[in-house]
């Protein structure tokens, strides 16, 4: 069992920054693929960024790419979010998520292939 737990959302104006961070429980954070999603109200729970086992595969959503930026600390078993420049768009509940089957070296875009989610925490950009 493995649990996530997030931190760091609140309340931004636009143009601001927040930064998430994601602590893992687990002996074997290296190994897993982690990832970021969102789901505003209304709308399905989308991939923001994605990460590799040791950090240095990652994947943005083409809506985030050169404002957000994911990466892990493993020794800490933390993966963060740091955001920048945001819009009112960038507004939702923010979740991460791991996967710890057989994550291999890569990426994972998909909900459907992670094994682990956190409680979620929220965003929101005034604008």
């Known amino acids: 069992q493995v649990q996530l737990v997030e931190s760091g959302g609140g309340l931004v104006q636009a143009g601001g920054s927040l930064r998430l961070s994601c602590a893992a429980s687990?002996?074997?954070?290296?190994?897993?693929?982690m990832g970021w999603f969102r789901q505003a109200p209304g709308k399905e729970r989308d991939v923001v960024a994605a990460i590799n086992w040791s950090g240095v595969v990652t994947y943005y959503a083409d809506s985030v790419k050169g404002r957000f930026t994911i990466s892990r600390d493993n020794a800490k078993n933390t993966v963060y979010l740091q955001m920048n420049s945001l819009k009112s768009e960038d507004t939702a509940v923010y979740y991460c998520?791991?996967?710890?089957?057989?994550?291999?070296?890569?990426?994972?875009?998909?909900?459907?292939?992670?094994?682990?989610w956190g409680q979620g925490t929220q965003v929101t950009v005034s604008s």
């Open positions: 687990g002996r074997t954070f290296s190994s897993y693929a």
């Open positions: 998520a791991a996967r710890t089957r057989n994550s291999g070296s890569g990426y994972y875009t998909s909900a459907f292939f992670y094994d682990y």
